[in-house]
Each structure stands twice: as structure tokens, then as C-alpha cells.
């Protein structure tokens, strides 16, 4: 039997990006559940709509996102959208049986976009979060 209980942060030195406003990281609760969480500076928001994720590897899937929801926000540059603020909390389902072989280690792409309330938007962020199984846990 595998275990299932791994985490990763995001790979960039100090686990922060643009300016220390957003942080990532991740949790595999189950073999098929990961927990995204985004932690955002409180001068910040994160288009929900550019949250975006990819399993780097062929023999496994995300089969759904649970989204939390959003808050609405008036944007000067998109309109009426909704954004995450402060900290939020994805789930992810997992397909980990596509291939024929049992993984020992999985990656996820993960890619934000967000803007300050200054006025200040950044370009979409891309974060890899790594994570490995450790066979004959329960």
C-alpha cells in the first residue's frame, strides 16, 4: 500500500512570487484528493477565472475542481468578474489509474493571475508543486 499524505510548495526559492503577494501550496489528503492553497497578500486578489491546473504526468488526470466561492469585483480591465482574496482552499479529484504502473511521485502545473489594489496587475504566474508517495505507509 501507498501513502497518500505528501506536500509540496510551489518551486521558487523562498516559495514566494511577485513581490511576496501570493503563495502556494499544496497537500495530498487521499491517493485521489490534493488540497490547493493560495495564500494572498492582503493588498491582492486573484482572478478566479485564471486559476488553471495540469498533472505533468501521462498516467494520471484531474478528473474536478471544487472551487470555493468567489467574491464579485468591479474591474477596470475585465469588467464584472470574481476574485479570491486573503487565503483559499481548492480541492482537486485525481485519475491516478490511467497507466499501467503505480506512480511514485506526481507534479501540477499551476497557473494564477492576479492584480493589487493599487492598480498594479501581473502576468499570469506559473508554479510547479512536486510530490512523492512513500510506498508501505498507511
Not at 30 to 43: A, H, P, R
Not at 81 to 98: I, K
Request: charged share 20%.
Amino acid at each position: 500500500m501507498l501513502c497518500w499524505a505528501a506536500q509540496a510548495a510551489a518551486d521558487k526559492p523562498d516559495n514566494l512570487n511577485k513581490g511576496n503577494f501570493y503563495r502556494l501550496s499544496g497537500n495530498l489528503i487521499s491517493e485521489n484528493k490534493l488540497v490547493l492553497t493560495y495564500y494572498i497578500n492582503e493588498c491582492c486578489y486573484i482572478y478566479k477565472r485564471s486559476l488553471t491546473f495540469e498533472l505533468l504526468e501521462p498516467q494520471a488526470v484531474i478528473s474536478g475542481v471544487a472551487f470555493p466561492s468567489a467574491l464579485k469585483h468591479k474591474d477596470e480591465f475585465f469588467g464584472e468578474v470574481e476574485v479570491y482574496r486573503g487565503q483559499v482552499n481548492l480541492v482537486l479529484d485525481l485519475d491516478l489509474s490511467q497507466g499501467e504502473q503505480q506512480l511514485n511521485s506526481l507534479s501540477l502545473k499551476a497557473v494564477h493571475q492576479g492584480c493589487s489594489d493599487e492598480g498594479i496587475c501581473f502576468l499570469p504566474e506559473e508554479n510547479t508543486l512536486n510530490f512523492s508517495f512513500f510506498p508501505g505507509l498507511n
